[in-house]
C-alpha cells in the first residue's frame, strides 16, 4: 500500500472517515476525564442499585469529546443473586460501531474481582476506568471506590522566572529552559522530578582560613550532595568557643530555605562542629566553625564526611 495522509485533497477529497479520525485525534488529549482528584468524585453510589454521575464532567476519549450533560446521569447496576461478592465497573466507552462515547456499568463476574477494561486500536470498545462498584450477594444498594482517570497535563517550556507560569494547575509538568529542571507542581508548590547541575565549586577565600582541597556541591533532582575539602588555619590561632567563618559560601539556588545543616571536622585529634546556614538566616548559605578546640595557626580542619539536604 502506497503512503497516504490526511486531511488532504489527494485523500478522499479531504472526507476523513471516524477510524481515520482517531488515527489523528487519539493524541491531541489523554485519555479521561477532565479534572484532578480535588474535586467531587465523577461516580458516586445512588438510590439503591443504582450509580449516579456527576452533572457537568466533560473528558475525552481517543479525541472523542464527552460531557454528562447539566444534570445528574443515573445508571443502573445489576442484581447480585450468585452468591458471591461481584465487582463491577463504571467505565468511560467508545463504542467505535458508533463512535460514541458513554459512561456505562461494565458487569464484572461474581467472586472474580473487576472485570478487566477493553484498550487498543483492534477491538471495536476503548474503555478508561471512573469507579469501581461493589455488590454483595442479595444487596439492595451498592458500594463505590473512586477511580478517576484523568486527561493529565503535558510537558510544556518555561523558564523559571515566577511569571512564566503564574496559573499553574494540578499535576502541571514544566522543563525549566534556564535552569534544566523537570518540576511538577503538586496543588501548592513545584518540586524537582529531574535536575542534574554539575560538579559546583562552593569556595569563597577568607583571610581566616584557606582552601587545600576545593570544595563542591552537585545537586540531582531536589536533593543537593555536598563534599567540604580541607581547610587550613591561615590568620593566627584560634580559640576554642570562638565562631570562625569558613572558606565556603552555598549558592542561592542550592541553599536549604529554613533549617541549619549540621556537620563534623576533626582538628588535630579533636572533633569539632560546623554549621551550613539556610537561606532564612541572617547568614544565608555560609559555613560557619562554631564547635572547637583551640586551633593553632598552620593547623588543619578535616570535614569528616559529605552532606546532603533538600532544595524543592
Not at 71 to 77: E, K, P, Y
Not at 217 to 236: L, M
Amino acid at each position: 500500500m502506497a503512503q497516504d495522509s490526511w486531511p488532504s485533497p489527494d485523500h478522499n477529497d479531504r472526507a476523513v472517515t471516524d477510524s481515520e479520525y482517531e488515527q489523528v485525534a487519539a493524541y491531541f488529549s489523554g485519555d479521561g476525564v477532565y479534572g484532578d482528584p480535588t474535586q467531587p468524585a465523577v461516580v458516586t453510589a445512588g438510590a439503591g442499585r443504582t450509580v449516579a454521575i456527576r452533572a457537568n464532567t466533560a473528558g475525552s476519549l481517543r479525541g472523542h469529546a464527552w460531557t454528562s450533560g447539566t444534570s445528574t446521569v443515573t445508571l443502573t447496576v445489576a442484581a447480585n443473586t450468585s452468591g458471591q461478592t461481584r465487582v463491577d465497573r463504571v467505565v468511560l466507552r467508545l463504542d467505535r460501531s458508533d463512535w460514541t462515547v458513554r459512561a456505562v456499568v461494565k458487569q464484572g463476574t461474581p467472586g472474580a474481582g473487576p472485570p478487566t477494561l477493553t484498550t487498543g486500536a483492534g477491538f471495536n470498545t476503548f474503555e478508561v476506568l471512573l469507579a469501581n462498584v461493589t455488590i454483595l450477594n442479595g444487596a439492595g444498594t451498592v458500594t463505590v471506590a473512586r477511580a478517576e482517570r484523568y486527561v493529565g497535563s503535558r510537558i510544556r517550556p518555561a523558564t523559571s522566572a515566577a511569571n512564566s507560569d503564574p496559573n499553574p494547575q494540578l499535576g502541571d509538568v514544566t522543563w525549566e529552559t534556564d535552569t534544566r529542571r523537570l518540576r511538577l507542581y503538586d496543588g501548592t508548590s513545584k518540586h524537582s522530578i529531574y535536575s542534574d547541575s554539575g560538579i559546583i565549586s562552593v569556595n569563597s577565600p577568607l583571610a581566616a582560613w584557606s582552601n587545600e582541597v576545593q570544595s563542591v556541591i552537585e545537586e540531582r533532582n531536589g536533593i543537593v550532595c555536598c563534599r567540604f575539602g580541607s581547610f587550613q588555619r591561615a590568620a593566627g590561632g584560634l580559640s576554642a568557643g570562638t565562631e570562625s567563618r569558613l572558606p565556603v559560601l552555598i549558592p542561592a539556588a542550592y541553599r536549604h530555605p529554613n533549617r541549619d545543616q549540621y556537620g563534623i571536622a576533626i582538628v588535630g585529634s579533636s572533633a569539632c562542629r560546623f554549621i551550613v546556614h539556610a537561606a532564612s538566616t541572617d547568614r544565608p548559605g555560609q559555613v560557619w566553625l562554631v564547635n572547637h578546640p583551640n586551633i593553632s595557626s598552620g593547623a588543619f580542619l578535616l570535614p569528616v564526611s559529605g552532606m546532603s539536604w533538600v532544595v524543592s
